[in-house]
């Protein structure tokens, strides 16, 4: 109980630099998502009709979550210096294949009799996607989106690591002064809010993706 | 009890079945000239050749056995299918290098699989033409419900609703109505009615054959089942594999006069039977049968029915209208009146009814022929089994005459050709 006392004691004394770090971390997760989930829907449009490219990228984000994150943060170091900018391009790449999969899936689960109408009653390319197939594709790939949301917030905690900021600093803080007093109570903060905003982001997307879905495909 | 109650009463088949207009005698509104699909370069063509007219107002049915490229030949009309070869006129204009997308605006397309868009309402997926044609929003909503109301689904209850909540019928019938949403002058329907049970799809047929009275488009339609081309079709293409033509005809002449032995395999048993639904009982020669009145005397009776060729006399009761068959068992028995013995007539025909169901009736009859009436039940004679295998064996004759004119007159023209060029 003691501990729980003293970190209630600690939030209650930092909620300034927790609103701060929060503020921080979030914005990061916010630019990769944006970024990652444009690019990763176009590319998954571009590729889901050709076999080769589609396994080509869809192998290739694969291979980017097997590298461990504090290799995969390092590595863009020496191309882009230190701060916020490596962890957020070794964020976007994490994200990728989520969302990448998952608007491949749900175009593939487009029934083709439905693409056919569109295109008989004479809906171009363009029109099919935007009016029919991805419509009909968004509940997925906003799983997708979510699912790499939850992900990027909870790896963002390295970007500390790389000069960056965000809630990770709490727990790189405390786990470099352990033994200190609130050493423990810092770890702690810095995962709880990290939680908390991955799940207040989850429900958020959910709410966003309940709206932006036709009623009749719910 | 010797009422005949109108349920006993055969009503004409539906609107669609007995066609005198010749659908060849409106204007060609597509032509396919040549058109050709070969898929592999070397290897045999899945449509080979096609030269086909199709005339303003008539639904002209594709049919054959799976694989024949009817589907492909369909197809290669709204180019979704870009044919390899030949040419694609339409209302006399060449469609063949036109936008594609602009072409398949201005006909209606509509397939088994139906594909109406589920994240769309009814209203929305009715309203994609006009949509996609720029029509503004109170035009596009004014002529969905139009078209809601002409499929039989009431706008109020049905526009707002998505294609998920609709049984399979409703949704064919949505189908139909977005095809005809920017009122297209052609209709292109691919097995429209093949994913639906027996039951819904006669009565959808029927729907439809009624709805094509009232809006005369002209509709290419792709079927397997040549029961369903013989009920749509005012003209029928039977093919075979490369999507050639064996046989193109109206469906009574096919069925009475089937050219080869691959029209005659595919048409399959019962097709003199199905000839039948092309002939009103108006149409024929009906020859006089003896009748009594209900006032007519024992004796009258008795001499009426030995100085006739029948077996049967027909008593009518004091309105005219056909009450009881009478042979000379009956006639004899005095132990009750006339009026009392004898069978019940019940099965009657009307006058415009086909003689598909002039047979029908007679089948169920008592004395084996059918009793024809006015519209207001009156009598107005008997048909007989003879009478229709006279009717079959005109028919023959007649498509056959039909044909050996055709074969004589490109005869003609051949030597003709041959003496042009000498």
């Known amino acids: ?218 | 009890m010797s009422e005949p109650s109108t349920a006993d009463t055969v009503e004409a088949g539906p609107a669609g079945m007995v066609t005198d207009r010749d659908p060849t005698d409106a204007p060609v509104m597509i032509h396919l000239d040549g058109v050709e699909k070969v898929y592999t370069p070397g290897a045999a063509p899945a449509v080979e050749k096609l030269t086909l007219d199709v005339h303003k107002g008539e639904i002209l049915v594709l049919v054959g056995p799976s694989g024949c490229g009817k589907s492909t030949t369909l197809r290669l009309i709204n180019r979704m299918i870009e044919p390899t070869s030949g040419r694609i006129v339409f209302d006399g204009e060449d469609v063949t290098d036109i936008d594609a997308n602009e072409l398949r605006r201005r006909i209606g397309y509509v397939i088994q699989r139906i594909g109406l868009f589920p994240h769309q309402t009814i209203a929305e997926n009715v309203g994609t033409v006009p949509r996609l044609l720029g029509w503004d929003a109170s035009r596009t909503q004014q002529r969905t419900d139009e078209l809601l109301d002409l499929v039989g689904l009431e706008p109020g209850i049905y526009r707002d609703r998505y294609p998920k909540e609709l049984s399979g019928g409703q949704a064919q019938r949505v189908g139909v109505a977005r095809a005809l949403a920017a009122d297209p002058p052609v209709m292109l329907m691919d097995e429209p009615f093949g994913a639906v049970d027996p039951i819904t799809r006669d009565r959808l047929q029927n729907e439809f054959l009624r709805l094509q009275a009232e809006v005369q488009k002209t509709i290419v339609f792709v079927t397997h089942d040549i029961d369903e081309a013989v009920k749509m079709g005012d003209r029928i293409a039977i093919l075979r594999e490369r999507s050639v033509v064996a046989q193109l005809d109206t469906p009574a002449r096919i069925l009475s006069y089937p050219v080869d032995e691959f029209v005659d395999d595919f048409i399959g048993s019962g097709s003199t039977l199905k000839g039948l639904h092309f002939e009103r009982v108006s149409g024929l020669d009906i020859p006089d049968y003896p009748v009594i009145r209900r006032d007519t005397s024992r004796e009258e009776a008795q001499r009426i029915l030995e100085g006739s060729d029948f077996r049967w006399l027909l008593l009518l009761d004091e309105r005219g209208r056909p009450a009881r068959w009478l042979n000379d068992a009956h006639v004899a028995d005095t132990s009750r009146p006339l009026h009392e013995v004898g069978p019940v007539v019940r099965a009657m025909v009307e006058r415009n009814a086909t003689l598909h169901d002039a047979l029908e009736a007679m089948i169920t009859s008592s004395a084996g022929q059918a009793v024809i009436v006015h519209r207001d039940g009156t009598y107005a004679g008997v048909v007989q089994i003879e009478l229709l295998t006279e009717v079959i064996g005109r028919m023959r004759r007649e498509a056959r005459r039909h044909y050996e004119a055709l074969e004589a007159n490109q005869a003609a023209d051949a030597t003709a050709d041959a003496a042009g060029t000498a």
């Open chain 1, 1 to 218: 109980m003691d501990g729980v006392r003293s970190l209630v004691e600690f939030i209650g004394g930092n909620t300034s630099g927790i609103v701060e770090r929060t503020t921080e971390h979030l914005v990061i997760v916010l630019g990769v998502m944006l970024a990652a989930t444009l690019f990763s829907v176009f590319l998954g449009i571009a590729v889901q009709h050709r076999p080769f490219a589609k396994q080509l990228s869809l192998g290739t984000a694969g291979v980017m979550l097997t590298i461990p994150s504090l290799a995969l943060f390092a590595i863009f170091i020496p191309l882009v210096g230190i701060g916020n900018r490596p962890a957020q391009i070794a964020l976007f790449l994490y994200a990728i294949l989520p969302i990448l999969r998952n608007t491949v899936t749900g175009l593939d689960a487009v029934d083709p009799a439905i693409v056919e109408a569109a295109q008989g009653m004479g809906m171009g390319q363009v029109q099919q996607l935007f009016r029919v197939r991805i419509p009909l594709a968004w509940p997925v790939i906003i799983a997708g989106i979510r699912v790499s949301t939850q992900l990027i917030t909870g790896v963002a905690a390295i970007a500390v690591l790389v000069g960056g900021g965000g809630l990770g600093s709490y727990i790189q803080r405390g786990l470099t002064s352990l033994g200190n007093p609130f050493s423990i109570e810092r770890v702690w903060t810095g995962t709880i809010f990290i939680i908390v905003l991955a799940l207040v982001l989850d429900v958020v997307l959910g709410f966003v993706g309940k709206r932006t879905t036709s009623p009749g495909i719910r």
